[in-house]
């Protein structure tokens, strides 16, 4: 509770063993004109995983099957032990949130409004949010820098402001486990860092694990810890971002020559496209 | 709830009667019980100053033996409770009631549809009168829902007509006044008949409405008045109250006269209507045998009879029926 | 937000728009088809036996009429409200799945074929309605559960469906039939019975209680289906339970009173500009908003052309059309 600087206790009962935190096994899926081939994935809490490919290489899936929404083919997610596939809809969110592109709003609420609603999994049988719930709220607001917001309309906010929400909404269900499809779409490069550096720190700070599904291969490259590369269903590595991002293997995966090369100041690769 | 009201504190004040505590013991006695039969007797008259009848549409109704404060909820019925001499009786009728000319005066509770119950209540009615063809059955339930007795009448054809008059004059303690009324129009109509009898009888048309062509079905009074007036109505055979007819099939049928109901709201005129598509094409324009025929053709009161002799004067002009006194 | 969801603003605001409805209400048994003096009106009121006609009319025409006016206000708002955060559609109302057509078509037929069924309308009229309700339900599913837009869709089509049908079967009937329903297809409060309230009272509160069991989540519901979901909504079985009461309250409204318009679509707007879009403030303003709205139009239904009285459709409708009108030029500069 408070300033965000304590692992939360319930969090560590629900540590059933040793072992990654979060355990993807093989899962499979299949759609009409689509198939995901088995994909395993590990991580432990304070881990920041990036999901890159191409378009229709089935990031989303991916990560709509990690969210223990979309029950796959094959396989199992455990989440500190616990089958999330296996778990009703309100105990799975408790522990995973879900930030990514919106249905569109037709209604008009005041922007605390909407972040409000991610604590709705922990309202339980009462009624109304209590003070922690507010708490919680007026937290996720400070972190994502939108305390100056509170009373304005969602459907009047920029585009990269009402993103920033839509992470609020998904950190005030206190996740252990958060999920993310491309959050930074429509932020500029300012914002584009400075959320996933705030992703980065919450995930230490509040002990969670972060997949991000993201175009921007540099962003993922300087941020996550971990990259997993899907192409056309499959999984063609996994590992640090030096392991996987290799130049011969995203030229053929994203159709364009592209060299790799160290970042100076930051010592990670850095992926630079080559003119013809 | 209003009758069963008065009725009860009738019935409260004898039975308060006879439980006053007697003055001497033995005259107690004989007082007691000249109260107790007293008491009986109250009620029995009570019991009986109301009778449960069957109404003309079927329904049973609890009438008061004196029902001196009446209510018309059709103009119909106005109309008919004049001529029996009930005018004075009447203590409301509808906007719509205009014959005859003292019906404007009466207090009116509302459009015949939809009268304003409140206003029913406020002229504290003994009977309330009502048509199964021009009021809603909704209004009749919540009449007797709140205690006021409602009496239906119903007539389709002139036959059924003068039977609901003889009973509305049963009803309501008039029956001489009935009697002397329905055979005055009896002979009325008899006398039209036998004129009519052996003479040719015209085709005719009767136009309720020209856009669409609406025409009179076999079982209402349009048609039994034609029947009457000694001529044959073109839409006998289609069914339904008031069936509809395509202008080709009734130049078909090719009616020697069309009738049309005089309204007081829009109504086109001959020359109007001759402009209209195919119209002119009638036999019955070209020959000039179009007329316009009081709407009390289709309303189930006296003046129905008035009708009928002006429709046997349209379909047969050679013969006079003129010189009798109409019941204006 | 313009008043915080709380356990105490929400006791607050029932209270004070219990008042006004309780107010508005017994103003109301002050206008009528007779003229009533104020003192008549409050001795009729209280039954005393020196004013019987004053009593009848106020506690056997009036008081019922006025009771069912909120009844069927109230159900008619909240089914509005709820179906608006159902469909995730502020044009929604409780006539777009078609329940209305469906009552209606199911009255007007008992009058066909049973030639006068007045008193069993109402049976008939809830039965067409719920058959309306599963039919659209069934044929809105999509993968086996509820999709918003499909049940939209399936609800508008049914519903044209339906009044073609109820044109048909009115050519069929008899002229005077005719005359008789039109009363019930533009909303006709008059008719109204002790057993009607006696079913209505009940269905009708604990028809809006159980929806506002339901007040959490209508508000997550207005994200999206799919957010929903993954803010731990039983999605499925949500839906299926708001939109079972959503159809019963209207159905009993519309068995009873016809299709009175404009409320169901009309009242939750001028709510949310009220007290804002959480379903925890504004289904009981909703409620209570729409109890007044409707004795407030059916007043002025019985009172502008008396003795005669005018559908209390129409009245919603004349005066709604403009409330519309202001609401999306409202809403349209914002």
């Keep these: 509770m408070g300033q965000g600087g304590r692992i939360h206790p319930s969090h560590n009962e629900q540590r059933q063993g040793a072992g990654p935190d979060l355990c993807v096994s093989r899962v499979a899926f299949r759609h009409p004109h689509f198939e995901l081939f088995p994909v395993s994935l590990e991580a432990q809490a304070g881990q920041l995983i990036a999901i890159i490919g191409p378009n229709g290489s089935g990031k989303s899936t991916l990560l709509e099957i990690v969210s223990g929404h979309l029950k796959p083919l094959g396989g199992s997610v455990r989440l500190d032990g616990v089958d999330l596939h296996g778990l009703p809809p309100h105990e799975r969110a408790k522990r995973v949130g879900l930030a990514r592109q919106e249905s569109i709003l037709l209604f008009s609420f005041e922007v605390r409004e909407f972040i409000r609603q991610g604590r709705h999994p922990h309202l339980g049988r009462s009624l109304f949010e209590s003070g922690d719930d507010e708490r919680w709220v007026d937290w996720a607001m400070q972190q994502t820098n939108l305390a100056a917001f509170a009373g304005r309309r969602i459907l009047e906010i920029s585009s990269g402001e009402f993103q920033r929400a839509v992470l609020a909404r998904a950190l005030v269900q206190r996740p252990r486990l958060l999920l993310l499809d491309e959050p930074t779409a429509n932020l500029d490069i300012g914002y584009q860092i400075e959320m996933l550096r705030l992703i980065r720190r919450l995930a230490a700070s509040e002990d969670f694990i972060a997949v991000v599904v993201t175009h921007e291969l540099n962003l993922a490259a300087e941020m996550a810890d971990f990259i997993l590369l899907l192409e056309a269903g499959r999984c063609l590595g996994q590992g640090s971002p030096a392991q996987v991002l290799e130049s011969g293997v995203l030229s053929r995966v994203f159709r364009t020559p592209v060299a790799v090369d160290r970042n100076p100041s930051s010592g990670r690769p850095r992926v630079t496209w080559i003119a013809p | ?270 020359e109007d209507l001759t402009t209209l598509p195919g119209w002119k094409n009638f036999n019955a324009v070209k020959h000039h045998r179009l007329y316009f025929v009081s709407d009390t053709i289709i309303r189930p009161s006296p003046r129905l009879v008035d009708a009928l002799e002006e429709v046997a004067s349209f379909l047969h002009p050679e013969l006079d029926f003129s010189g009798r006194e109409k019941s204006r | 937000m313009k008043i915080a969801a709380t ?214 519901l207005l994200l999206g289906e799919e957010e929903a979901a993954h803010l731990g909504v039983n999605v499925a079985w949500v839906e299926t339970a708001i939109y079972l009461l959503a159809s019963l309250l209207t159905g009993v409204a519309v068995a009873v009173s016809g299709a009175i318009g404009y409320l169901g679509l009309l009242v939750p707007h001028l709510g949310r500009m009220v007290v804002g879009s959480d379903h925890r403030t504004l289904l009981p303003t909703a409620a209570l908003g729409g109890a007044i709205v409707l004795v407030i139009s059916d007043t002025l239904a019985r009172t502008i052309v008396a003795p005669a009285e005018l559908p209390v459709g129409a009245v919603t409708a004349v005066a709604g059309a403009p409330v519309f009108i202001y609401l999306l030029r409202r809403t349209a500069g914002s």
């Design chain 2, 1 to 270: 709830m209003i009758l069963r009201h008065s009725r009860q504190s009738l019935v409260q004040r004898r039975l308060g009667a006879a439980h006053s505590p007697p003055r001497r013991k033995l005259g107690g006695k004989l007082a007691r019980t000249v109260a107790l039969i007293t008491v009986f007797l109250g009620l029995a008259v009570v019991c009986h100053s109301a009778r449960r009848v069957a109404d003309q549409t079927g329904r049973s109704v609890e009438i008061p033996e004196r029902a001196e404060r009446l209510i018309s909820l059709a103009p119909s019925i106005t109309e008919t409770l004049f001529a029996l001499g009930l005018g004075d009786q009447l203590v409301g009728d509808t906007d719509y009631c205009e014959y005859p000319p003292e019906a404007r005066l009466k207090p009116h509770v509302g459009p015949v549809l939809n009268p304003s119950l409140e206003r029913i209540v406020v002229l504290k009615p003994d009977l309330v009168l009502g048509s199964r063809e021009a009021n809603r059955i909704e209004t009749a339930d919540q009449l007797e829902r709140l205690g006021i007795p409602v009496y239906g009448v119903t007539a389709q054809t002139v036959d059924e007509m003068l039977s609901s008059i003889e009973d509305l004059g049963n009803v309501l303690g008039r029956e001489a006044e009935a009697r002397r009324l329905v055979r005055e129009l009896r002979e009325r109509i008899d006398r039209v008949e036998r004129r009519v009898a052996n003479r040719p009888k015209p085709k005719v048309l009767f136009v309720v409405w020209y856009r669409p062509l609406t025409a009179a079905g076999p079982r209402s009074f349009v048609a039994d008045v034609v029947r009457r007036a000694g001529g044959v109505s073109i839409s006998d055979d289609l069914s339904g109250e008031w069936p509809r007819m395509s202008l080709e099939e009734a130049l078909r049928r090719d009616p020697d006269v069309i009738l049309f109901p005089r309204a007081e709201s829009f109504a086109p005129s001959p």
């Design chain 3, 7 to 220: 356990g105490r603003n929400v006791v607050t605001l029932v209270l004070v728009l219990a008042a006004c409805l309780a107010v508005v209400g017994l103003v109301a048994l002050a206008f009528g088809g007779a003229h009533l003096s104020l003192r008549e009106v409050w001795a009729g009121l209280r039954g005393e036996s020196s004013a019987p006609e004053a009593s009848v009319i106020v506690r056997q025409i009036r008081l019922p009429r006025v009771l069912l006016a909120m009844l069927v206000g109230a159900a008619l708002a909240v089914s509005g409200t709820a179906l608006q955060a159902l469909l995730r559609n502020p044009l929604a109302d409780p006539y777009v799945l078609g329940i209305s057509s469906g009552a209606a078509l199911g009255a007007i037929v008992a009058l066909w074929v049973g030639g006068r069924v007045a008193t069993a309308s109402p049976l008939v009229a809830f039965g067409g309605a719920l058959a309306t309700t599963a039919w659209v339900y069934f044929l809105g599913r999509r993968a086996g559960r509820l999709a918003s837009y499909t049940l939209l869709l399936a609800g508008v089509v049914t519903a044209s469906f339906l009044s073609a049908a109820i044109l048909f079967v009115l050519t069929m009937l008899s002229t005077r039939d005719v005359r008789g329903v039109a009363f019930w297809l533009m909303g006709d409060l008059s008719v109204v019975t002790e057993s009607h309230l006696r079913v209505l009272v009940p269905v009708v509160v604990a028809g809006i209680v159980a929806l506002y069991f339901f007040a959490k989540d209508l508000n997550v």
